[in-house]
């Protein structure tokens, strides 16, 4: 199994920034797929940002250019710089991983981190 944990969501006056952190840790495991997705209310789960491979990124087209995923995989740690964030930008914000836990590849998700962007 994989245990995903993420901190920095809080609440952030329009045009500021916020930093969300995603530590995955367990058993022997490796990390595929990584990214952040949104669940704001009312909507659907949306994908913001993901590495599909190691060196090969998505974003939203609603968060590019202000948003940035980055990867320590020393740490098994992904982040997400959020920058000139607006209101629309209010979430849930949620980490997610595809992994090798043995011979299976599995999706894991993090329960999930609050961000409020006020106007």
């Known amino acids: 199994q994989v245990q995903l944990v993420e901190s920095g969501g809080g609440l952030v006056q329009a045009g500021g920034s916020l930093r969300l952190s995603c530590v995955a840790s367990g058993s022997t495991f490796r990390l595929n797929t990584v990214g952040w997705y949104r669940q704001a209310p009312g909507k659907q789960r949306e994908l913001v940002a993901r590495?599909?491979?190691?060196?090969?990124?998505d974003y939203a087209d609603s968060v590019k250019g202000r948003f940035t995923i980055s990867r320590d995989n020393a740490k098994n740690t992904v982040y997400l710089q959020m920058n000139s964030l607006k209101p629309e930008d209010t979430a849930v914000y949620y980490c997610?991983?595809?992994?090798?836990?043995?011979?299976?590849?599995?999706?894991?998700w993090g329960q999930g981190t609050q961000v409020t962007v006020s106007s």
């Open positions: 997610y991983v595809n992994a090798w836990v043995g011979d299976v590849a599995r999706n894991f």
């Open positions: 590495f599909r491979s190691v060196d090969t990124t």
